[in-house]
């Protein structure tokens, strides 16, 4: 998760900041705690986007449009079939977010915003 944290932090510009990103991860522990319907419905809405996207004509991206949709596809199949190997993915994301930068805790009302719900981190 660190990586992924340092990765995010190191786009050009800086991406939306660190404290969007540990954002990011408090909105995966809220889906994965919402249950795997909560995770589906979000991934149908990505793979949603991609699809009108494509028919929008893909703006020179169809094939990656294309796997892109097809991995989200399989997340989606994933989660309805495994869904309990995420349940430990959505603690870990929790408590990692915690322990990052002097232990600041998020607040979920932050400038940003977020899908999280007090209680839930």
């Given at each position: 998760?660190?990586?992924?944290l340092?990765?995010?932090d190191?786009?050009?510009?800086?991406?939306?900041g660190?404290?969007?990103?540990?954002?990011?991860?408090?909105d995966?522990?809220?889906l994965?705690?919402?249950g795997?319907?909560t995770?589906?419905?979000?991934?149908?809405?990505i793979?949603?986007?991609?699809?009108?996207?494509?028919?929008?004509?893909?703006?020179g991206?169809?094939?990656?449009?294309?796997?892109?949709?097809?991995?989200?596809?399989?997340?989606?199949?994933?989660?309805?079939?495994?869904?309990?190997l995420?349940?430990?993915?959505?603690?870990?994301?929790?408590?990692?977010?915690?322990?990052?930068?002097?232990?600041?805790?998020?607040?979920?009302?932050?400038?940003?915003?977020?899908?999280?719900?007090?209680?839930m981190?």
């Open positions: 998760m660190q990586a992924s340092e990765a995010a190191s786009l050009p510009n800086g991406g939306f660190s404290d969007f990103n540990r954002l990011c991860l408090l995966v522990h809220a994965i705690f919402g795997a319907e995770c589906a419905s979000a991934l149908q809405g793979a949603e986007i991609f699809e009108a996207c494509l028919a929008g004509g893909g703006g991206c169809c094939g990656k449009l294309r796997r892109g949709l097809k991995k989200i596809e399989f997340l989606i199949s994933f989660v309805f079939h495994h869904f309990e995420l349940q430990p993915l959505g603690t870990f994301a929790a408590g990692f977010t915690q322990g990052t930068e002097d232990q600041q805790q998020i607040d979920a009302h932050s400038e940003f915003g977020s899908i999280s719900m007090k209680g981190d």
